[in-house]
Protein backbone atom coordinates (compact mmCIF):
# COMPACT_ATOMS: atom_id res chain seq x y z
CA UNK A 1 0.00 0.00 0.00
CA UNK A 2 1.17 3.62 -0.31
CA UNK A 3 2.12 5.34 2.42
CA UNK A 4 3.81 7.66 4.28
CA UNK A 5 6.49 5.99 6.84
CA UNK A 6 8.60 7.45 9.75
CA UNK A 7 11.69 5.42 11.73
CA UNK A 8 12.19 5.17 14.13
CA UNK A 9 8.58 5.26 15.71
CA UNK A 10 10.31 6.05 19.41
CA UNK A 11 13.67 7.77 19.42
CA UNK A 12 15.63 8.67 22.73
CA UNK A 13 18.18 10.80 23.40
CA UNK A 14 20.26 12.42 25.53
CA UNK A 15 20.62 16.37 25.73
CA UNK A 16 22.57 18.02 23.31
CA UNK A 17 23.28 14.85 21.29
CA UNK A 18 22.28 14.85 17.52
CA UNK A 19 19.21 13.42 16.18
CA UNK A 20 18.04 12.52 12.81
CA UNK A 21 14.45 11.48 12.21
CA UNK A 22 13.41 9.77 8.83
CA UNK A 23 10.46 10.36 6.52
CA UNK A 24 9.75 8.26 3.59
CA UNK A 25 6.69 8.01 0.86
CA UNK A 26 5.73 5.65 -1.61
CA UNK A 27 2.80 7.86 -2.86
CA UNK A 28 5.30 9.76 -5.06
CA UNK A 29 4.30 13.42 -3.64
CA UNK A 30 6.26 16.87 -4.45
CA UNK A 31 5.59 18.15 -0.88
CA UNK A 32 6.58 16.97 2.24
CA UNK A 33 6.03 18.44 5.66
CA UNK A 34 7.82 18.36 9.27
CA UNK A 35 4.93 19.18 11.89
CA UNK A 36 5.58 19.16 15.92
CA UNK A 37 3.23 18.34 18.17
CA UNK A 38 4.12 18.92 22.45
CA UNK A 39 1.85 16.77 24.35
CA UNK A 40 -2.03 17.77 24.15
CA UNK A 41 -1.04 20.86 21.49
CA UNK A 42 -2.46 21.40 18.65
CA UNK A 43 0.34 20.35 15.46
CA UNK A 44 3.11 23.19 14.75
CA UNK A 45 4.49 23.00 10.98
CA UNK A 46 8.52 23.16 11.05
CA UNK A 47 9.29 23.64 7.62
CA UNK A 48 8.56 21.69 4.24
CA UNK A 49 10.09 21.31 0.96
CA UNK A 50 8.44 21.26 -2.40
CA UNK A 51 10.11 19.04 -4.45
CA UNK A 52 13.95 20.57 -3.73
CA UNK A 53 12.77 24.10 -2.83
CA UNK A 54 12.90 24.25 0.91
CA UNK A 55 10.24 26.79 3.37
CA UNK A 56 11.28 27.46 7.05
CA UNK A 57 8.45 28.66 9.27
CA UNK A 58 9.56 31.58 10.58
CA UNK A 59 9.78 30.61 13.96
CA UNK A 60 11.11 27.46 13.77
CA UNK A 61 14.12 27.19 15.51
CA UNK A 62 17.69 26.80 13.98
CA UNK A 63 18.38 24.03 16.04
CA UNK A 64 16.02 22.25 13.27
CA UNK A 65 17.55 21.74 10.07
CA UNK A 66 15.94 19.27 7.11
CA UNK A 67 16.90 17.01 4.15
CA UNK A 68 15.41 15.72 1.43
CA UNK A 69 18.20 13.87 -0.83
CA UNK A 70 15.24 12.84 -3.29
CA UNK A 71 11.50 12.54 -4.14
CA UNK A 72 10.94 9.46 -1.54
CA UNK A 73 13.13 10.87 1.76
CA UNK A 74 12.71 13.58 4.28
CA UNK A 75 15.07 13.97 7.16
CA UNK A 76 14.66 16.34 10.32
CA UNK A 77 17.76 16.73 11.99
CA UNK A 78 18.04 17.95 15.75
CA UNK A 79 21.48 19.40 16.22
CA UNK A 80 21.35 20.15 19.91
CA UNK A 81 18.11 18.06 21.15
CA UNK A 82 17.00 20.28 24.62
CA UNK A 83 14.57 18.88 27.33
CA UNK A 84 12.01 21.69 25.73
CA UNK A 85 12.30 19.13 22.14
CA UNK A 86 10.83 16.05 23.29
CA UNK A 87 7.64 15.91 21.21
CA UNK A 88 6.00 13.73 18.51
CA UNK A 89 7.40 14.49 15.12
CA UNK A 90 4.79 14.36 12.56
CA UNK A 91 5.88 13.36 8.77
CA UNK A 92 3.14 14.52 5.82
CA UNK A 93 3.13 14.74 2.25
CA UNK A 94 0.53 16.14 -0.39
CA UNK A 95 0.98 16.35 -4.28
CA UNK A 96 0.87 20.16 -4.39
CA UNK A 97 0.06 22.65 -2.23
CA UNK A 98 -3.58 23.51 -3.49
CA UNK A 99 -6.24 22.98 -1.13
CA UNK A 100 -8.02 19.73 -0.35
CA UNK A 101 -9.00 17.08 -2.93
CA UNK A 102 -5.67 15.33 -4.21
CA UNK A 103 -3.73 18.11 -2.67
CA UNK A 104 -4.75 16.46 0.68
CA UNK A 105 -1.61 16.44 3.28
CA UNK A 106 -1.16 12.34 4.08
CA UNK A 107 0.20 11.96 7.30
CA UNK A 108 2.65 9.04 9.04
CA UNK A 109 2.35 7.93 12.42
CA UNK A 110 5.18 9.77 13.88
CA UNK A 111 8.16 9.38 15.73
CA UNK A 112 7.80 10.06 19.55
CA UNK A 113 11.16 11.46 20.30
CA UNK A 114 12.49 11.54 24.01
CA UNK A 115 15.48 14.13 25.43
CA UNK A 116 16.81 12.78 28.87
CA UNK B 1 -1.22 33.16 19.94
CA UNK B 2 -3.79 29.99 19.33
CA UNK B 3 -5.30 30.50 15.50
CA UNK B 4 -7.29 27.36 15.61
CA UNK B 5 -9.10 26.33 18.78
CA UNK B 6 -10.30 23.57 20.43
CA UNK B 7 -12.21 24.36 23.46
CA UNK B 8 -12.81 20.85 24.52
CA UNK B 9 -10.11 18.70 25.16
CA UNK B 10 -12.91 15.56 25.44
CA UNK B 11 -16.18 13.99 24.63
CA UNK B 12 -17.85 11.30 25.34
CA UNK B 13 -21.12 10.22 23.70
CA UNK B 14 -23.39 7.07 23.55
CA UNK B 15 -23.39 4.75 20.43
CA UNK B 16 -26.13 5.92 17.93
CA UNK B 17 -26.22 9.52 19.34
CA UNK B 18 -25.09 12.37 17.79
CA UNK B 19 -21.39 13.81 18.11
CA UNK B 20 -20.80 17.38 18.13
CA UNK B 21 -17.29 18.77 17.71
CA UNK B 22 -16.21 22.09 18.12
CA UNK B 23 -13.55 24.79 16.55
CA UNK B 24 -13.18 28.20 16.52
CA UNK B 25 -10.37 30.40 14.41
CA UNK B 26 -9.49 34.30 14.88
CA UNK B 27 -8.27 35.05 11.81
CA UNK B 28 -11.12 36.07 8.99
CA UNK B 29 -8.99 35.69 6.10
CA UNK B 30 -9.07 32.16 6.67
CA UNK B 31 -11.20 30.44 4.10
CA UNK B 32 -10.86 26.39 3.74
CA UNK B 33 -10.78 24.18 6.85
CA UNK B 34 -10.44 20.49 7.29
CA UNK B 35 -10.98 18.16 9.98
CA UNK B 36 -8.34 15.14 10.35
CA UNK B 37 -9.22 12.31 12.77
CA UNK B 38 -6.64 10.13 14.56
CA UNK B 39 -6.52 6.91 15.94
CA UNK B 40 -3.58 5.79 18.43
CA UNK B 41 -0.19 5.15 17.18
CA UNK B 42 -1.53 6.39 13.91
CA UNK B 43 -0.90 9.54 11.97
CA UNK B 44 -3.96 12.22 11.37
CA UNK B 45 -6.22 11.23 8.37
CA UNK B 46 -8.33 13.23 6.66
CA UNK B 47 -11.74 13.18 7.19
CA UNK B 48 -13.97 16.27 5.52
CA UNK B 49 -13.05 19.81 4.71
CA UNK B 50 -15.14 23.19 3.69
CA UNK B 51 -14.62 26.39 2.04
CA UNK B 52 -15.70 29.67 3.02
CA UNK B 53 -17.53 29.93 0.12
CA UNK B 54 -20.32 27.14 1.81
CA UNK B 55 -21.63 26.96 5.21
CA UNK B 56 -22.68 23.11 5.02
CA UNK B 57 -20.50 20.27 3.44
CA UNK B 58 -21.78 16.52 3.79
CA UNK B 59 -19.87 13.33 3.43
CA UNK B 60 -22.17 10.46 4.51
CA UNK B 61 -22.25 10.21 8.67
CA UNK B 62 -20.13 13.44 9.18
CA UNK B 63 -21.33 17.06 8.19
CA UNK B 64 -19.08 20.18 9.00
CA UNK B 65 -20.66 23.62 9.45
CA UNK B 66 -19.46 26.68 9.10
CA UNK B 67 -20.62 30.02 10.48
CA UNK B 68 -18.38 32.99 9.60
CA UNK B 69 -19.66 35.66 11.40
CA UNK B 70 -18.79 34.00 14.20
CA UNK B 71 -15.78 32.34 12.81
CA UNK B 72 -16.94 29.15 14.32
CA UNK B 73 -17.00 25.49 12.82
CA UNK B 74 -18.57 22.49 13.65
CA UNK B 75 -18.47 18.79 12.66
CA UNK B 76 -21.84 16.41 13.16
CA UNK B 77 -21.33 13.14 13.37
CA UNK B 78 -24.60 11.35 13.13
CA UNK B 79 -24.94 8.47 14.17
CA UNK B 80 -21.47 7.76 15.92
CA UNK B 81 -20.48 4.42 16.25
CA UNK B 82 -17.31 2.87 18.56
CA UNK B 83 -14.97 3.00 15.96
CA UNK B 84 -15.10 6.79 15.60
CA UNK B 85 -13.66 7.00 18.97
CA UNK B 86 -10.61 8.97 18.31
CA UNK B 87 -8.65 12.35 18.46
CA UNK B 88 -10.32 14.95 16.01
CA UNK B 89 -8.03 17.50 15.04
CA UNK B 90 -10.11 21.07 13.13
CA UNK B 91 -7.43 22.83 10.88
CA UNK B 92 -7.12 25.94 8.61
CA UNK B 93 -5.20 25.35 5.38
CA UNK B 94 -3.22 28.64 3.82
CA UNK B 95 -3.08 29.24 0.52
CA UNK B 96 0.64 27.74 0.85
CA UNK B 97 -0.56 24.43 2.15
CA UNK B 98 0.23 25.41 5.69
CA UNK B 99 -1.79 23.72 8.32
CA UNK B 100 -2.94 25.30 11.09
CA UNK B 101 -4.48 22.94 13.65
CA UNK B 102 -6.43 23.24 16.85
CA UNK B 103 -5.35 21.11 19.81
CA UNK B 104 -7.79 18.10 19.40
CA UNK B 105 -10.98 16.62 20.99
CA UNK B 106 -10.90 13.15 21.75
CA UNK B 107 -14.29 11.73 21.31
CA UNK B 108 -15.08 8.54 22.97
CA UNK B 109 -18.76 7.10 21.33
CA UNK B 110 -19.85 4.42 24.36
CA UNK B 111 -21.38 0.83 22.70
Known amino acids: DAMVIQNPRYQVTQFGKPVTLSCSQT?????MYWYQQKSSQAPKLLFH???????NEADTPDNFQSRRPNTSFCFLDIRSPGLGDAAMYLC???????????????FGPGTRLTVL | DQQVKQNSPSLSVQEGRISILNCDYT??????FLWYKKYPAEGPTFLIS?????DKNEDGRFTVFLNKSAKHLSLHIVPSQPGDSAVYFC??????????FGQGTTLQVKP
Open chain 2, 91 to 100: ASEGNTGKLI
Open chain 2, 50 to 54: ISSIK
Open chain 1, 92 to 106: ATSRSKGRGGTDTQY
Open chain 2, 27 to 32: NSMFDY
Open chain 1, 49 to 55: YYDKDFN
Open chain 1, 27 to 31: LNHNV
